[in-house]
């Protein structure tokens, strides 16, 4: 799975975002473990402008300069219609998860 580096465009930013928000995979979250929010499973959803994607909570800081391809075009808004498709879904995740923790291994 390919992945997208900082700066993006706004139009990939403004995907990020809408991506971020869908619930169609699990977000991005902050990777400091003492992140001063610690909201949903002890993590803060990340946000994103066109330098990246960045934790909101007040005095954390933590930034994430990439993001996987599929977020960054809008293809996740087909993954949102593959919603009944459970096992299509599960492949997805397994892809892109993987490639994320290999990617943010250094954390
Ligand atoms: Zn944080």
Known sequence: MDTVEAPFTADQAASIRGYQQSGVLRPFACARDDCPA????????????????????????????????????WAWQGMRRAGR????VRRLMRGAWGKARRVQAPY
């Open 38 to 73: 610690h909201t949903w499973r002890g993590r803060s959803w990340l946000l994103c402008d066109e330098d990246g994607l960045f934790c909101p909570a007040p005095g954390c800081g933590y930034r994430q300069a990439w993001a996987l391809a599929f977020m960054a075009d």
């Open 85 to 88: 498709d459970r096992r299509r």
